[in-house]
């Protein structure tokens, strides 16, 4: 496999684009100290080659009333191939889970849970997860302040 290597102009568009995706190819020219073209040029290399998959606006959640935030720790009753693959596609299409990981430890797989309320959660629940056969058990931390959070990679 080829290693594709950056060098500090194709780092500082991708920090310039991490700010403000919105920047013309004028604007972050102006930034990163080149001319229009040549930042053109980069910015296809750069999606073209994955190190840009999208282009997203970062919404509030509160003015949305989906400023209630979970995580929830879920457990399968056993773990296979077959199990974790039918549990994903689920999870895919449940658009309250806005991010789902697998991960170590106790627990197979992180889910984080936007919604409006409590109420809401615990509906969700029991009318959501709960209907997905392969869960073993569930555990819901809740997030009482946020205190850091960022789309943006260290780069």
């Given amino acids: 496999m080829n290693e594709i290597h950056l060098d500090a102009v194709d780092l500082d568009i991708l920090r310039c684009l991490q700010e403000n995706a919105r920047l ?3 604007e972050l020219a102006a930034k990163v100290n080149l001319t ?5 040029e980069r910015l296809k290399r750069l999606e073209r080659e994955g190190f840009i998959k999208k282009y997203v606006a970062v919404l509030d959640a509160e003015k949305l009333n989906m400023g209630f935030v979970v995580f929830c720790s879920v457990k399968l009753k056993q773990m296979n191939k ?3 693959q039918a549990f994903i596609s ?3 299409d449940i658009p309250q889970v806005v991010e789902c990981y697998n991960i170590s430890g106790e627990y197979d797989y992180m889910l984080k849970i936007h919604s409006p309320n409590m109420k809401y959660y615990n509906e969700f629940i029991i009318n959501v997860l709960g ?3 392969s869960i073993g058990s569930i555990l819901s931390s809740f997030v ?11 780069l």
């Fill in 90 to 92: 689920v999870i895919k």
């Fill in 24 to 26: 013309t190819t004028k």
């Fill in 144 to 154: 009482m302040a946020e205190i850091k959070n960022t789309r943006a990679l260290y």
């Fill in 82 to 84: 077959e199990v974790a």
């Fill in 131 to 133: 209907t997905i056969d």
């Fill in 36 to 40: 229009t073209t040549p930042v053109f």
